[in-house]
């Protein structure tokens, strides 16, 4: 598929027309979906009526933005007005919004066409796509493996070539995970920089809307259009934003980069390591200065994780009772339908997760849990601080391993949730994050690359990443399906 920059030439210059990229689009996604699944639901007949108008304002002369006409997949966690938005759970398997969510309308106005939307684990709790009610996605290197989680059906479906770009949601790994193991582009924005409003909440403190794309110019393109100060949303940070294209400059001599020590050792897979190290002397080749960090909580970050987060979803998954909206369960009496609308409503991982945070804030808990997780949240963030004034861009690698195959970590949770052992404190520290391809293993598996900034700090995170990637070839790489 091509680049957002070469199709808008396209269609600029009537070499295309916006529908022929759509159907095109439609067409890869018929023939590859009863093989990686990554669409809970297919937006065909919307999707050519938005590439109608895009084409009727290109023949009337009218000037279009880089987005229109760009096929876009939409992670099934956002609402979309009058599309089912499920989240991949029973419990929300007949529920239609009747408003727009934030970033999606953005994307509306400035266009884009929604081909779909994409599937991910339950309500976006997991790392490998599997915790859907509904489907599981494959891996587009390799079917019979994962494409990471939550936001696999988006990944996946970039790159396999499905839409140019999509949208994903990052609680805590869930871009970086699935870009990692798909070999594409994930980045997770600062807390606040993308307005959360109409997306359906996991763990509000850590939840950030963010692009997965081919490369980092078609991240930064996407970044530009859905960030932005929005009054509907508390949390919603009130800053300019800048063009993030000017930021894709291929020279970073002199850049001070910080090799975070403790990502590196046990657990790590040998060869995610040296590929990654190989990265770093590239990153080293191209001029940029190359220090070690110590992050010394950077190891707590799991364990604080899986406790603040848990919490959050006890309390934001209340809501799902059978009452107001969604599945209701039939019952004799009203506490019986509360039990049995969530018992069968929600899948073993969020009935999990519930259970946990229910536990963590319970009386004579919440002090020993919740609030000394809490406190372990804010070392974390002042270590990151304190690494921000040595260093300019951190790096690691965004997962301990490639792809694993399905079902190999199902019945092992704890395993399961190692896989976000990189990505989680850059969430507890609200910090932008960005994975890209560095090279595969021998199975020809992707391998990712993180990149860590400071608070609103996109800009140099994206020079360096596109500085990384101008100068390898792995982002010139596809999966055959």
């Known amino acids: 598929m091509a680049s957002i920059r070469e199709l808008h030439q396209q269609l600029v210059s009537k070499?295309?027309?916006?529908t022929e990229v759509t159907e095109a689009a439609l067409a890869q996604i018929q023939q590859l979906e009863p093989k990686l699944h990554s669409f809970l639901a297919v937006t065909a007949?919307?999707?050519?009526?938005?590439?109608?108008?895009?084409?009727?304002?290109?023949?009337?002369?009218?000037?279009?933005?880089?987005?229109a006409g760009i096929p876009i997949g939409i992670k099934d966690n956002l609402c979309t007005q009058g599309i089912p938005t499920t989240c991949a759970s029973r419990i929300l398997q007949n529920f239609i919004p009747s408003y727009e969510s934030t970033v999606t309308q953005k994307l509306q106005n400035a266009g884009a066409v929604m081909v779909g939307k994409t599937n991910l684990d339950e309500f976006a709790m997991g790392s490998s796509t599997e915790n859907s009610a509904y489907q599981v996605t494959a891996n587009p290197w390799d079917i019979e493996r994962v494409p990471g989680g939550s936001s696999g059906g988006s990944a996946a479906?970039?790159?396999?070539?499905?839409?140019?770009?999509?949208?994903?949601?990052?609680t805590g790994g869930s871009i970086r995970l699935p870009a990692s193991f798909c070999g594409v582009v994930g980045l997770k924005p600062t807390y606040g920089l993308v307005s959360r409003y109409g997306l359906v909440a996991f763990a509000s403190s850590l939840d950030q809307i963010g692009p997965l794309a081919q490369s980092v110019e078609d991240a930064a393109i996407l970044l530009g259009?859905?960030?932005g100060y929005d009054p509907q949303d508390s949390t919603s940070l009130n800053v300019a934003i800048p063009d993030y294209t000017q930021s894709l400059i291929p020279d970073i001599k002199g850049k001070r980069i910080g090799v975070i020590q403790e990502t590196f050792g046990e657990g790590l897979d040998p060869v995610v390591e040296k590929t990654v190290q190989e990265a770093i002397q590239q990153l080293k080749d191209l001029g940029a200065e190359i220090k070690e960090v110590s992050c010394p909580r950077f190891r707590y970050g799991l364990p604080t994780y899986y406790i603040i987060a848990p919490?959050?979803?006890?309390?934001?998954?209340?809501?799902?009772?059978?009452?107001?909206?969604?599945?209701?369960?039939?019952?004799d009496n009203l506490l019986a339908m509360y039990k049995q609308t969530r018992s069968q409503g929600f899948g073993a991982e969020v009935k999990r997760r519930i259970m946990i945070g229910t536990y963590t804030l319970s009386a004579g808990y919440y002090d020993a849990y919740y609030l000394k997780a809490q406190k372990v949240r804010t070392l974390i963030k002042q270590d990151f601080?304190?690494?921000?004034?040595?260093?300019?861009?951190?790096?690691?690698p965004t997962a301990p391993t490639t792809a694993f195959k399905a079902g190999e970590k199902t019945t092992?949770?704890?395993?399961?949730?190692?896989?976000?052992?990189?990505?989680?404190?850059?969430?507890?520290?609200?910090?932008?994050?960005?994975?890209?391809?560095?090279g595969f293993d021998p199975q020809g598996l992707?391998?990712?690359?993180?990149?860590?900034?400071?608070?609103?700090?996109?800009?140099?995170?994206?020079?360096?990443?596109?500085?990384?990637?101008q100068a390898t070839p792995w982002h010139k790489h596809s999966p055959q399906v």
Do not use: H, W
């Open 15 to 18: 070499e295309r027309s916006c």
């Open 45 to 67: 007949e919307q999707a050519l009526e938005q590439a109608r108008q895009v084409d009727a304002q290109i023949a009337a002369g009218q000037p279009i933005g880089p987005l």
């Open 157 to 170: 479906a970039v790159a396999a070539g499905e839409c140019v770009v999509a949208l994903g949601s990052d």
């Open 225 to 227: 259009a859905i960030a």
């Open 311 to 331: 919490s959050e979803a006890s309390a934001n998954l209340a809501r799902y009772d059978g009452v107001k909206y969604g599945f209701r369960a039939e019952a």
């Open 385 to 396: 601080e304190q690494a921000f004034e040595q260093v300019d861009v951190l790096v690691s």
């Open 412 to 438: 092992d949770p704890l395993t399961m949730y190692l896989s976000d052992l990189m990505t989680v404190p850059v969430n507890l520290a609200g910090l932008p994050s960005l994975s890209l391809p560095c």
């Open 446 to 469: 992707p391998i990712g690359l993180q990149m860590i900034s400071n608070v609103l700090c996109e800009g140099i995170l994206l020079q360096v990443a596109y500085a990384y990637e």
